[in-house]
């Protein structure tokens, strides 16, 4: 199958909605319009808009077999077993790196993205589901689906997986330096993942419950109360 007219319209479009992301879309300028948690469920639709939904239509609306493009960059169940035996062996080096993060006061300040989220429950449920769906998956998709199975075989594994290692970690300029460390080595297993499960899921699942639990080390670490 001949992937290369859509993409010729995709990754153009994504360098447009990374720049809308990086700028009048981005969680700081989100949080100079509206209040904090508003700020951040608005940053996260915007990204599951930007980098899923639209890329998704775009996909359907240039030419035919669009089912058949986004399972070929990762938009599918792949290897079930594979994936959810990594998922499960991941689950506790997810734990224990939060160990790490809730000493570090850059990850103190930086997350969660919403502080009003560690106030009660269900806010905090109805928020992390938010990261997760409309910040996360469209994450893989992009970093992980996108921009990197279609370069495998034009480029190799290795370079496949270095230059959306390169991007994702461009990305998260900004962000603490232990985590712009750690976007740099994850980025390649993120990748393997993805390759050998031929499927975004399973590092979106991973990379979403790391995400997760980080939030809840730092919200009981911090413990803000209600005013």
């Not at 009003?116 to 469209?138: F, I, S």
């Not at 279609?150 to 991007?167: D, E, I």
Request: net charge positive; proline share 6%.
């Amino acid at each position: 199958m001949d992937i290369s007219p859509r993409l010729t319209v995709l990754y153009p479009y994504l360098a447009l909605a990374f720049g809308l992301l990086a700028s009048v879309l981005s969680l700081g300028s989100w949080r100079k319009r509206v209040e904090e948690h508003r700020a951040a469920m608005l940053y996260f639709l915007s990204f599951f808009l930007l980098l899923l939904a639209l890329p998704v239509l775009i996909t359907a609306l240039l030419g035919a077999q669009p089912w058949d493009f986004l399972r070929s960059v990762g938009l599918r169940a792949g290897n079930i077993r594979l994936g959810l035996l990594l998922t499960a062996a991941a689950a506790p080096l997810a734990a224990l790196s939060t160990l790490v993060s809730r000493r570090d006061p850059a990850m103190m300040r930086h997350y969660p993205f919403s502080k009003a989220a560690c106030l009660g429950g269900r806010k905090r449920a109805a928020y992390e589901a938010a990261y997760l769906v409309l910040y996360y998956l469209p994450w893989e998709f992009v970093f992980r689906g996108l921009l990197f199975f279609p370069l495998v075989g034009v480029l190799g594994l290795l370079p496949a997986l270095a230059v959306q290692t390169m991007l994702s970690t461009v990305y998260h300029l900004g962000h603490p330096d232990m985590e712009v460390l750690a976007a740099l080595g994850m980025g390649f297993v993120f990748g393997l993942i993805a390759f050998h499960t031929q499927s975004v899921f399973y590092a979106a699942a991973i990379h979403g419950l790391t995400g997760v639990l980080t939030d809840a080390a730092i919200c009981r670490r911090s413990r803000p109360t209600a005013p």
